[in-house]
């Protein structure tokens, strides 16, 4: 929308009655300070956002009048116009007037106000910025020193950095202070200076403003808030008529941003206060079926959903009368329908992982660690659907197979635990594909110590952990400068169970039969080619087929399935000769059990499949993929399997030389115990509540 010449960006999400007006703070960030909050409130509500002018999709106007409070206040209302929202609850972080504005000049307007750290000024500031004159030059660059102005214009994203250090005061918080850093980056020095010239709202304005506000408010404050101090608050709150002040032990400056979980809980609650009970459902207990498990299954590659399927089975001959609900997204649910398994009808508000992860793919390219991070809101999200699932309904164990939404934020949020939880995976410990003294590394060993660290404060929040493999399997490396040795730590805190297949290589010994079976040609030799369930296989799947028609040259006998998965059509892959390409395929490890030999991607379930198949296969990792690249390496290697063949340096002739030599050549594996599935689900069922 555009008022007096100045074009200002907003967004509106979801439908509701209810309405939420999340407020732009000082231009060096934008409205996706936001990002943890506006999928919650939208389940349900009306939430509108808008950029600063200054920054973001907002005009940069070069006037300092135009950064004044009045300007932005009004900026506010026209929002809500071009919206077309009556009355909203006004949410604002660190702003400094506009926000007493809004609800003083136009209180129709207002439902109730939410101040987080407040910027007004009613106590005394920590020492900071003020510590040096703004405007001379000075011949010191440390700490606070950077809150000057010819700094600013000489190393715009240094001050960046440092004063996003000071937001984002707590422990581990690279990823936070990373944000701030990209949103700052998208304006400059120059208009920020701008608005620096504004003079600021003195005292006895604020608290003539404050006394004049009629709204309910709630405020909330960091006790460790470097910025406005922890007394700002506080102050805040008793200049307010009818204010509730809630303080956040241990957080920074933005407890909305590091604390998202408690602070969009908070925010619920207030939001809801006065307001009827939602409806639901309670059940007597003598009158409940027992027993019920929620299970969350990652998304991210086929090869989680298949043994946890095998998991489930197992938990029921254990259990006959046991439900299982899956929380699960696309394509998994997917599978799960074609099981008839019981998908939670919540599964389809899940933020799409799948979706992020392809979005961050090149060709047969992840940088897995970096797109895991750039994940965080949906994680966030997820977690925050989840915890509604479990608060609305009875569940007597949750499970989590690479659930690392709901690790995390359990553990961040231990009180929220209200059933017995297992964690399962097959790798733990985030590792950088570059250089061991480099950025990447040292962001790498923070992310392993803040999980080290949670789950030694807080072992209660697992009450069981399980290892898909052995402890020989995993790496024999430290998770950083200084951090255990992983072999020792997973040891301590996870039990170690053989990988659950989710079937008996022995009921797949016969490849002929199996071929018949599946409509396959049993006198010629087969090749299957696989990317898993990813988009981001084509590029390796056109290089399959380019070898494949070398390697028909001289054995025309042989015939390739080239299987594209969910997400890539077959139609994309020129035809060759012998050739046939097809989508997805089900259950498609009995394919690959009966193979002559198979190309895949380097994930572990589908490798390990083979493995305990003893069939002969390339496997190719994508390029940056931490956990391809190394921790399956060493894990197909202590198995026996052949090396991984490098995408960078694989060509159709590469690829064909390769694939004469395995057709011929046996698969001497030392194969998993096929008995992880059920060893799995009786250490699971030791803690679960039934």
């Known amino acids: 929308m555009e008022?007096?010449?100045?074009?200002?960006?907003?967004?509106?999400?979801g439908q509701g009655e209810e309405a939420v007006l999340l407020l732009p703070t000082w231009a060096i960030v934008h409205s996706r300070v936001w990002k943890f909050q506006v999928p919650h409130l939208a389940r349900g509500r009306r939430v509108v956002v808008f950029d600063p002018r200054g920054n973001g999709g907002s005009d940069r106007p070069r006037e300092t009048s135009a950064y004044e409070p009045r300007e932005l206040a009004d900026d506010a209302i026209a929002v809500l116009d071009a919206a077309e929202v009556e009355r909203a609850t006004v949410v604002a972080w660190c702003c400094g007037g506009e926000e007493l504005l809004v609800a003083t000049e136009h209180p129709g307007r207002v439902a109730s106000l939410v101040l987080i750290a407040p910027y007004l000024a009613l106590s005394e500031p920590p020492k900071g910025a003020d510590s040096f004159p703004f405007e001379e030059r000075l011949d010191t660059e440390e700490g606070w020193a950077k809150y000057n102005r010819e700094y600013w214009l000489r190393d715009w994203e240094g001050f960046l950095d440092f004063y996003h250090s000071q937001v984002f005061s707590e422990p581990h918080s690279t990823k936070q202070i990373e944000d701030g850093v990209g949103w700052g980056l998208q304006t400059d020095a120059e208009t920020i200076l701008l608005g620096e010239d504004v003079e600021p709202l003195g005292r006895e304005q604020v608290l003539g403003l404050c006394r004049r506000v009629r709204c309910r408010t709630l405020v909330v404050q960091g006790s460790e808030d470097a910025l406005v101090g922890p007394e700002r608050g506080p102050a805040v709150a008793a200049a307010l008529p009818d204010a509730r002040l809630v303080t956040f032990e241990g957080s920074g400056h933005a407890p909305h941003i590091r604390d998202p979980v408690r602070f969009n809980l908070l925010l619920d609650d207030f939001l809801g206060e006065g307001e009827p009970p939602r409806e639901r459902v309670v059940t007597r207990a003598m009158a409940r079926a027992y027993p019920r498990a929620l299970l969350v299954s990652s998304p991210i590659g086929l090869g989680h959903v298949q043994r946890d399927l095998a998991i489930a089975r197992e938990l029921r001959r254990l259990r006959d009368d046991l439900e299982v609900v899956w929380l699960a997204q696309h394509p998994v649910t997917e599978v799960l329908a074609s099981c008839g398994e019981t998908v939670h009808p919540a599964s389809a508000r899940l933020s799409s992982e799948s979706r992020h992860i392809e979005s961050k793919m090149g060709a047969h390219h992840l940088h897995v660690f970096q797109a895991w991070r750039e994940m965080d809101e949906i994680l966030l999200a997820n977690f925050m659907l989840f915890h509604e699932v479990v608060r609305d309904d009875r569940y007597d164990l949750w499970l989590g197979d690479e659930a690392w939404d709901l690790d995390y934020y359990l553990h961040e949020n231990p009180d929220l635990k209200g059933a017995p939880y297992v964690f399962m995976t097959d790798f733990v410990g985030w590792l950088p594909v570059g250089s061991p003294d480099s950025r990447e590394a040292r962001i790498a060993a923070d992310y392993n110590l803040e999980n080290i660290r949670q789950v030694e404060r807080y072992p209660s929040v697992r009450d069981l952990a399980l290892f898909f493999g052995s402890q020989a399997d995993v790496l024999p490396r430290r998770f950083g400068p200084g951090l255990p040795l992983m072999p020792d730590w997973i040891a301590r805190h996870f039990e170690f169970t053989p990988y659950p297949l989710a079937f008996d290589p022995a009921d797949l010994a016969d490849t002929r039969g199996l071929r018949l079976e599946l409509g396959l040609d049993p006198d010629r030799p087969l090749v299957v080619a696989s990317v898993g369930g990813s988009g981001v296989g084509l590029p390796l799947l056109r290089t399959i087929a380019g070898a494949f028609e070398i390697l028909g040259r001289s054995r025309p006998d042989v015939r390739l399935l080239l299987v594209c998965g969910p997400r890539i059509d077959p139609a994309a892959i020129d035809p060759?000769?012998?050739?046939?390409?097809?989508?997805?395929?089900?259950?498609?490890?009995?394919?690959?059990?009966?193979?002559?030999?198979?190309?895949?991607?380097?994930?572990?379930?589908?490798?390990?499949?083979?493995?305990?198949?003893?069939?002969?296969?390339?496997?190719?990792?994508?390029?940056?993929?931490?956990?391809?690249?190394?921790?399956?390496?060493?894990?197909?290697?202590?198995?026996?399997?052949?090396?991984?063949?490098?995408?960078?340096?694989?060509?159709?002739?590469?690829?064909?030389?390769?694939?004469?030599?395995?057709?011929?050549?046996?698969?001497?594996?030392?194969?998993?115990?096929?008995?992880?599935?059920?060893?799995?689900?009786?250490?699971?069922?030791?803690?679960?509540r039934w």
């Open 576 to 688: 060759v000769e012998g050739m046939t390409a097809v989508g997805y395929v089900h259950d498609l490890h009995r394919t690959l059990a009966c193979c002559d030999l198979a190309v895949v991607q380097g994930g572990l379930a589908t490798t390990m499949e083979l493995v305990a198949n003893r069939r002969p296969f390339i496997s190719i990792p994508l390029q940056e993929h931490f956990e391809q690249n190394q921790h399956v390496a060493h894990r197909l290697a202590r198995h026996g399997a052949p090396p991984p063949t490098s995408f960078a340096e694989v060509t159709p002739e590469l690829l064909a030389t390769q694939m004469l030599e395995r057709l011929a050549a046996p698969a001497e594996y030392s194969p998993p115990d096929p008995d992880g599935a059920a060893r799995a689900a009786r250490l699971i069922a030791t803690v679960a």
């Open 3 to 13: 008022r007096d010449g100045v074009r200002i960006h907003w967004e509106s999400f």
